[in-house]
């Protein structure tokens, strides 16, 4: 089991940055790569950034457009993800996700079900 708990979410104004954090606990030995969704107010749950933990390869949705950058600390048990330049349309509930090497559906940590464990999400709004 992997336990993922978020931080960092907030209100803020439109440019503002923010920093979202990820901090995951147990059986982290066996994760192969974490992941950032998003989910607005009756929308389905989007897809933002991805990394391996195994050379820290990234990927990213289109919509980011350089706004956002995803890393992670040295012992690889917390993750980050700084939003720049934030905009209306930022705003929802942001998730972290934990892929496990076990996992066979894993290619670019894209899709919902590339991942194993889910943290209960941190909100983030946008005032324009």
């Known amino acids: 089991q992997v336990q993922l708990v978020e931080s960092g979410g907030g209100l803020v104004q439109v440019g503002d940055s923010l920093r979202l954090s990820c901090a995951a606990s147990?059986?982290?030995?066996?994760?192969?790569?974490l992941g950032w969704f998003r989910q607005a107010p009756g929308k389905e749950r989007e897809f933002v950034a991805s990394?391996?933990?195994?050379?820290?390869?990234?990927y990213y949705a289109d919509f980011v457009k350089g706004r956002f950058t995803i890393s992670r600390d040295n012992t690889k048990t917390t993750l980050y993800l700084q939003m720049n330049n934030l905009e209306p349309e930022d705003t929802a509930v942001y998730y972290c996700?934990?892929?496990?090497?076990?996992?066979?559906?894993?290619?670019?940590?894209?899709?919902?079900?590339?991942?194993?464990?889910w943290g209960q999400g941190t909100q983030v709004t946008v005032s324009s």
């Open positions: 996700a934990s892929s496990q090497y076990a996992n066979t559906y894993f290619y670019n940590g894209s899709s919902l079900r590339e991942y194993d464990y």
């Open positions: 147990g059986r982290t030995v066996t994760t192969y790569a």
């Open positions: 990394l391996r933990l195994a050379g820290a390869g990234t």
